[in-house]
T-cell receptor, first 117, second 110 residues
Protein backbone atom coordinates (compact mmCIF):
# COMPACT_ATOMS: atom_id res chain seq x y z
CA UNK A 1 0.00 0.00 0.00
CA UNK A 2 1.62 3.28 -1.04
CA UNK A 3 -1.23 5.73 -0.51
CA UNK A 4 0.82 7.94 1.79
CA UNK A 5 4.58 8.01 1.32
CA UNK A 6 7.15 9.67 3.55
CA UNK A 7 10.81 10.50 3.05
CA UNK A 8 13.30 10.07 4.48
CA UNK A 9 12.44 6.96 6.47
CA UNK A 10 15.33 7.56 8.84
CA UNK A 11 17.06 10.82 9.71
CA UNK A 12 19.82 11.63 12.17
CA UNK A 13 20.49 15.29 12.70
CA UNK A 14 22.48 17.49 15.01
CA UNK A 15 20.83 20.14 17.14
CA UNK A 16 22.09 22.93 14.89
CA UNK A 17 21.03 21.32 11.62
CA UNK A 18 18.12 22.21 9.37
CA UNK A 19 16.30 19.37 7.67
CA UNK A 20 12.86 18.64 6.24
CA UNK A 21 10.51 15.69 6.24
CA UNK A 22 8.38 15.16 3.15
CA UNK A 23 5.01 13.53 2.76
CA UNK A 24 2.99 12.82 -0.36
CA UNK A 25 -0.46 11.31 -0.57
CA UNK A 26 -1.86 9.62 -3.67
CA UNK A 27 -5.41 9.15 -2.40
CA UNK A 28 -7.01 12.37 -3.58
CA UNK A 29 -7.60 13.43 0.02
CA UNK A 30 -8.13 17.00 1.09
CA UNK A 31 -6.69 16.92 4.59
CA UNK A 32 -3.17 16.09 5.77
CA UNK A 33 -1.69 15.70 9.22
CA UNK A 34 1.58 15.45 11.11
CA UNK A 35 1.65 13.24 14.19
CA UNK A 36 4.49 12.59 16.62
CA UNK A 37 4.83 9.10 18.05
CA UNK A 38 7.06 8.63 21.10
CA UNK A 39 7.55 5.45 23.06
CA UNK A 40 4.78 4.63 25.56
CA UNK A 41 2.78 7.75 24.67
CA UNK A 42 -0.36 8.34 22.64
CA UNK A 43 -0.04 9.64 19.14
CA UNK A 44 0.28 13.41 19.36
CA UNK A 45 -1.38 15.51 16.71
CA UNK A 46 0.94 18.32 15.65
CA UNK A 47 -0.60 19.99 12.60
CA UNK A 48 -3.65 19.67 10.41
CA UNK A 49 -4.06 21.08 6.93
CA UNK A 50 -7.32 21.20 5.05
CA UNK A 51 -7.20 22.20 1.40
CA UNK A 52 -3.70 23.55 1.98
CA UNK A 53 -4.74 25.78 4.87
CA UNK A 54 -3.56 25.10 8.39
CA UNK A 55 -6.56 24.43 10.58
CA UNK A 56 -4.88 23.27 13.74
CA UNK A 57 -1.59 23.75 15.52
CA UNK A 58 -1.47 21.97 18.86
CA UNK A 59 1.00 24.19 20.68
CA UNK A 60 3.93 22.78 18.78
CA UNK A 61 7.30 24.51 19.33
CA UNK A 62 8.34 26.88 16.57
CA UNK A 63 11.36 24.71 15.77
CA UNK A 64 8.83 22.61 13.84
CA UNK A 65 7.49 24.45 10.81
CA UNK A 66 4.94 22.83 8.48
CA UNK A 67 4.36 23.65 4.86
CA UNK A 68 1.57 22.47 2.58
CA UNK A 69 2.14 23.69 -1.00
CA UNK A 70 -0.80 21.69 -2.38
CA UNK A 71 -3.29 19.10 -1.21
CA UNK A 72 -0.97 16.20 -2.08
CA UNK A 73 2.22 17.35 -0.38
CA UNK A 74 3.13 18.19 3.17
CA UNK A 75 6.49 19.11 4.65
CA UNK A 76 7.79 19.42 8.16
CA UNK A 77 10.79 21.73 8.38
CA UNK A 78 13.06 21.08 11.33
CA UNK A 79 15.64 23.43 12.87
CA UNK A 80 17.51 23.64 16.16
CA UNK A 81 15.81 20.53 17.48
CA UNK A 82 16.38 19.02 20.92
CA UNK A 83 17.19 15.39 21.78
CA UNK A 84 13.69 14.98 23.22
CA UNK A 85 12.32 15.62 19.73
CA UNK A 86 13.64 12.21 18.69
CA UNK A 87 10.58 10.20 17.70
CA UNK A 88 8.68 8.68 14.82
CA UNK A 89 6.93 11.38 12.80
CA UNK A 90 3.87 10.13 11.00
CA UNK A 91 2.15 11.85 8.15
CA UNK A 92 -1.49 11.02 7.50
CA UNK A 93 -4.30 12.04 5.22
CA UNK A 94 -8.08 11.86 5.20
CA UNK A 95 -10.83 12.60 2.71
CA UNK A 96 -11.99 15.67 4.58
CA UNK A 97 -10.76 17.72 7.49
CA UNK A 98 -11.79 17.27 11.13
CA UNK A 99 -15.11 18.84 11.92
CA UNK A 100 -16.48 18.41 8.44
CA UNK A 101 -18.01 15.00 8.79
CA UNK A 102 -18.13 12.12 11.20
CA UNK A 103 -16.29 8.88 10.62
CA UNK A 104 -13.34 10.52 8.94
CA UNK A 105 -10.83 7.70 8.50
CA UNK A 106 -7.18 8.65 8.67
CA UNK A 107 -4.56 6.82 6.62
CA UNK A 108 -0.97 6.90 7.83
CA UNK A 109 2.36 6.91 6.06
CA UNK A 110 5.20 4.62 7.16
CA UNK A 111 6.74 7.37 9.21
CA UNK A 112 10.10 9.07 9.46
CA UNK A 113 12.32 7.97 12.33
CA UNK A 114 14.09 11.07 13.63
CA UNK A 115 17.08 10.97 15.95
CA UNK A 116 18.47 14.24 17.26
CA UNK A 117 22.02 14.01 18.54
CA UNK B 1 -8.31 16.74 22.18
CA UNK B 2 -10.43 14.29 24.09
CA UNK B 3 -9.08 12.15 26.97
CA UNK B 4 -8.87 8.51 25.83
CA UNK B 5 -7.69 5.84 28.24
CA UNK B 6 -6.64 2.44 26.95
CA UNK B 7 -6.06 -0.74 28.98
CA UNK B 8 -4.10 -2.85 29.35
CA UNK B 9 -0.82 -1.37 28.14
CA UNK B 10 0.58 -4.85 27.51
CA UNK B 11 -1.18 -8.13 26.89
CA UNK B 12 0.32 -11.58 26.45
CA UNK B 13 -1.93 -14.40 25.28
CA UNK B 14 -1.48 -18.00 24.27
CA UNK B 15 -2.02 -18.70 20.60
CA UNK B 16 -5.64 -19.63 20.06
CA UNK B 17 -6.91 -17.68 23.06
CA UNK B 18 -8.85 -14.42 22.92
CA UNK B 19 -7.55 -10.92 23.54
CA UNK B 20 -9.61 -7.98 24.73
CA UNK B 21 -8.56 -4.34 24.85
CA UNK B 22 -10.75 -1.65 26.36
CA UNK B 23 -10.87 2.10 25.86
CA UNK B 24 -12.81 4.76 27.69
CA UNK B 25 -13.54 8.29 26.58
CA UNK B 26 -15.00 11.41 28.08
CA UNK B 27 -16.94 13.30 25.40
CA UNK B 28 -20.47 11.98 25.04
CA UNK B 29 -20.68 13.65 21.62
CA UNK B 30 -17.99 11.35 20.22
CA UNK B 31 -19.37 9.47 17.25
CA UNK B 32 -16.65 7.43 15.57
CA UNK B 33 -14.34 4.83 17.10
CA UNK B 34 -11.60 3.26 14.93
CA UNK B 35 -8.96 0.76 15.94
CA UNK B 36 -5.47 0.76 14.44
CA UNK B 37 -2.87 -1.99 14.40
CA UNK B 38 0.82 -1.10 14.20
CA UNK B 39 3.32 -3.84 13.57
CA UNK B 40 6.93 -3.28 14.53
CA UNK B 41 8.52 -0.65 12.31
CA UNK B 42 5.37 -0.14 10.26
CA UNK B 43 2.57 2.38 9.98
CA UNK B 44 -0.64 2.23 12.03
CA UNK B 45 -3.34 0.64 9.87
CA UNK B 46 -7.06 0.74 10.37
CA UNK B 47 -8.40 -2.72 11.19
CA UNK B 48 -11.97 -2.03 12.24
CA UNK B 49 -14.17 0.89 13.16
CA UNK B 50 -17.60 1.51 14.62
CA UNK B 51 -19.97 4.43 14.56
CA UNK B 52 -22.07 5.66 17.43
CA UNK B 53 -25.34 4.31 16.07
CA UNK B 54 -24.05 0.73 16.18
CA UNK B 55 -23.37 -1.41 19.25
CA UNK B 56 -21.23 -4.12 17.75
CA UNK B 57 -19.34 -4.85 14.57
CA UNK B 58 -17.49 -7.97 13.54
CA UNK B 59 -14.97 -8.75 10.82
CA UNK B 60 -13.75 -12.33 10.84
CA UNK B 61 -11.70 -12.79 14.03
CA UNK B 62 -11.94 -9.22 15.25
CA UNK B 63 -14.92 -7.43 16.71
CA UNK B 64 -15.59 -4.13 18.38
CA UNK B 65 -18.31 -3.39 20.91
CA UNK B 66 -19.47 0.05 21.94
CA UNK B 67 -21.29 1.10 25.10
CA UNK B 68 -22.24 4.73 24.62
CA UNK B 69 -23.89 5.04 28.00
CA UNK B 70 -20.77 3.96 29.82
CA UNK B 71 -18.52 5.65 27.24
CA UNK B 72 -16.31 2.69 26.56
CA UNK B 73 -15.57 0.43 23.63
CA UNK B 74 -13.55 -2.73 23.27
CA UNK B 75 -11.60 -4.67 20.68
CA UNK B 76 -11.96 -8.43 20.74
CA UNK B 77 -9.59 -10.73 18.89
CA UNK B 78 -10.53 -14.41 18.87
CA UNK B 79 -8.39 -17.43 18.00
CA UNK B 80 -5.25 -15.31 18.20
CA UNK B 81 -2.38 -16.07 15.86
CA UNK B 82 1.29 -15.01 15.92
CA UNK B 83 0.63 -12.40 13.24
CA UNK B 84 -1.75 -10.66 15.66
CA UNK B 85 1.29 -9.57 17.70
CA UNK B 86 1.45 -5.79 17.36
CA UNK B 87 0.57 -2.54 19.09
CA UNK B 88 -3.12 -1.71 18.94
CA UNK B 89 -4.43 1.84 19.27
CA UNK B 90 -7.98 2.89 19.87
CA UNK B 91 -9.13 6.31 18.74
CA UNK B 92 -12.15 8.50 19.34
CA UNK B 93 -13.50 11.12 16.99
CA UNK B 94 -15.27 14.14 18.33
CA UNK B 95 -16.31 16.70 15.71
CA UNK B 96 -14.18 14.66 13.35
CA UNK B 97 -10.94 15.12 15.30
CA UNK B 98 -9.27 11.90 16.35
CA UNK B 99 -7.72 11.40 19.78
CA UNK B 100 -5.69 8.25 20.33
CA UNK B 101 -5.18 5.93 23.26
CA UNK B 102 -1.65 5.17 24.42
CA UNK B 103 -1.64 1.75 22.78
CA UNK B 104 -1.62 -1.89 23.86
CA UNK B 105 1.30 -4.15 23.01
CA UNK B 106 -0.13 -7.57 22.25
CA UNK B 107 2.15 -10.60 22.21
CA UNK B 108 0.81 -13.93 21.05
CA UNK B 109 2.80 -16.85 22.47
CA UNK B 110 3.16 -19.90 20.28
Amino acid sequence: ETGVTQTPRHLVMGMTNKKSLKCEQHLGHNAMYWYKQSAKKPLELMFVYSLEERVENNSVPSRFSPECPNSSHLFLHLHTLQPEDSALYLCASSQVAPGAVSGNTIYFGEGSWLTVV
Amino acid sequence: GENVEQHPSTLSVQEGDSAVIKCTYSDSASNYFPWYKQELGKRPQLIIDIRSNVGEKKDQRIAVTLNKTAKHFSLHITETQPEDSAVYFCAVASLGELSFGAGTTVTVRA
